[in-house]
């Protein structure tokens, strides 16, 4: 019976590994969104949507209706289709 608890307890501590290296690397990546976040004084939430919002204006090609699609998201209404630029 002993065995069978050491098996499981390994295996929780592989899987525990495993969750530990992912939640990392998602902090790794907030990782300037964090530090805008605390230079203006905001939440982690609010930057990373301000910054969703300028990237997608500041796509070359599109103009500024092209995020409607992301800002009703945002918003949780439904997706705009598609902006078709000649």
Do not use: H, Q
Not at 52 to 75: D, E, N, Q, T, Y
């Amino acid at each position: 019976m002993l065995r069978v608890e050491a098996k499981a307890l390994a295996d929780l501590k592989i899987e525990k590994a495993a969750f530990e290296g992912e939640r990392r690397k998602v902090e790794a990546g907030l990782g300037p969104v964090r530090y805008l976040a605390t230079l203006l004084g905001a939440d982690n939430e609010a930057i990373l949507r301000w910054f969703i919002l300028v990237v997608a204006l500041a796509r070359p090609g599109r103009g500024p209706f092209a995020a409607g699609g992301f800002v009703s998201a945002m918003r949780g209404g439904a997706a705009a289709p598609p902006c078709r630029t000649p």
